[in-house]
């Protein structure tokens, strides 16, 4: 059998007889070859010539093989070098290879010596090939896969990943919908970081999470002594983000009087600091984020209809964990490859029967559930694969069946059956921190101004 045709050969030998010999000998076999009389000359070729293979010898008048070797090191870096050496120079050929050289075959040799090495030598770089081509073929799956520190292969993840890819080429106002915990505000930091405002400011806050008596000195800045307190001036985040992004996570949360103001911003692109009597020109893009309907709460009233239309300009919908169940178990192995860096485990991987009840769970929590998921059955695993009793789903959740009453499901109106379920959850997380709001917030991952306008509005009196 012969290797393959059209591969270039390069002999470097000061004896002619040995030059003429291999010659012939590879051609016979599909090489093209070039020959060269020593060291320089041969640099002289390989500085304007590309060669796949180069026979070398290293006793050479003028400029020998290690010389050459070292000499037009960084002509070749594709090329793979082969020295010949005489009884005697083993030591000098071993040390040929340390300086990069593929092999060595010893004087005087056989004719199949050389084909074997050869042969030996192409299938070497057949694997190197193979084994860059599968790296890239890996490294395009996982972009594909990917945006920002998101991970779905799911067609509706795709979809997500590329409208998101789109929204980062424009300056175009972004509401990003979905459920808590789908990740809304890495696809907002993935559009910042992908686009022209990357070098630029990215302050992400939770409308919900600041009293509302500050939200509009936190937002638009005061200036000295416009109120009790303010004793300094005081730049707004929409000031800090100037040049860049703002991230407003749950928008739903903001209240009536301040949503005029942003209003302002996204249309004047201008904002007034409290105790100013002019105003600011600012610089930024502003992405919405969401889990409430905003659309409903328009209608109803509950958010300015002209805000959600300006800020509606480009919705990405974010699907829940269960409507993409194909992507847990990549979901899976990336948040295994985190949690051994970050705990300094070893786990190889999740068995057969962990897998199908995270497939069967319905994840409320939706990824950052999985997330915690993995992170407990990592610390708590001490063998090399995750068993099924390291996952800390109950089978009645695992089943994808959550129990409903009766009550919440009378009648057919999905809205009042989501206030029932509201009602149900916060009385169930009061219960559990018995009575604690601060931390029944934290469980419901709302804020406190939200939470105790809803235990007002559904008349809980835990």
Same mark, same amino acid.
């Given at each position: 059998m012969h290797l393959k045709p059209d591969k270039s050969l390069l002999i470097i030998d000061d004896e002619e007889n040995m030059r003429h010999m291999l010659t012939t000998l590879l051609t016979r076999f599909g090489y093209t070859v070039d020959t060269a009389s020593d060291g320089y000359q041969a640099l002289q070729k390989v500085s304007s010539s590309q060669y796949d293979f180069v026979l070398c010898d290293l006793k050479m008048p003028?400029?020998?093989g290690m010389e050459f070797?070292?000499?037009?090191?960084?002509?070749l870096a594709a090329t793979t070098v082969i020295m010949m050496s005489a009884y005697g120079t083993i030591d000098s050929a071993i040390e040929a290879m340390k300086q990069g050289a593929y092999d060595y075959i010893s004087k005087p040799f056989k004719t199949d010596e050389v084909y074997l090495a050869l042969k030996k030598a192409e299938e070497r770089e057949s694997l190197k090939r193979e084994n860059f081509w599968l790296k890239e073929q890996i490294r395009s799956i996982q972009e594909s896969y990917t945006f920002a520190n998101m991970v779905g292969k799911s067609k509706p993840m795709q979809a997500v990943f590329k409208m998101s890819a789109k929204a980062a080429q424009y300056d175009t106002?972004? $509401?990003?919908?979905?459920e808590s915990g789908t990740g809304k505000e890495l696809i907002a930091k993935g559009i910042h970081y992908e686009g022209s405002r990357a070098q630029k400011p990215f302050i992400p806050i939770n409308c919900g999470g600041i009293p509302e008596s500050l939200l509009e000195s936190e937002f638009f800045g005061h200036k000295k002594g416009s109120f009790t307190g303010a004793d300094r001036n005081k730049k707004g985040l929409?000031?800090?983000a100037d040049g860049g992004t703002i991230f407003l996570?749950?928008?739903g949360e903001l209240p009536l009087n301040l949503q005029v103001k942003f209003l302002r911003v996204l249309q004047e692109s201008e904002i007034?600091?409290?105790?100013?009597?002019?105003t600011k020109t600012v610089d930024v893009r502003m992405i919405a984020a969401t889990a409430k309907n905003l659309e409903e709460e328009a209608k109803e009233g509950a958010f300015?209809?002209? $805000?959600?239309?300006?800020l509606n300009v480009f919705p990405i919908t974010l699907p829940p964990l269960r409507e993409r169940t194909e992507d847990i178990p990549l979901l899976s192995r990336h948040f295994l490859n985190r949690y051994n860096k970050t705990l300094g485990k070893e786990i190889e991987g999740i068995s057969s029967e962990a897998m199908s009840i995270m497939l069967r769970h319905p994840w409320p929590g939706n990824v950052r559930e999985l997330e915690n998921v993995i992170e407990r059955a990592v610390i708590l695993s001490d063998e090399k694969i995750i068993p099924a009793e390291n996952v800390p789903i109950t089978p009645q959740a695992a089943a994808g069946c959550p129990t409903l009453s009766n009550e919440l499901m009378e009648g057919f109106s999905v809205k009042e059956a989501q206030k029932r379920l509201e009602k149900q959850l916060i009385i169930k997380a009061l219960t559990a921190t018995r009575g604690n709001r601060t931390k029944a917030t934290q469980l419901l991952e709302i804020s406190h101004p939200s939470l105790l306008s809803k235990i007002k509005a559904y008349n809980i009196s835990l």
């Open positions: 003028n400029m020998g070797l070292k000499t037009a090191r960084d002509h106002t972004v $509401l990003i919908l979905g929409f000031e800090e996570d749950e928008i007034r600091p409290i105790g100013d009597s002019s300015r209809q002209d $805000l959600f239309y300006r």
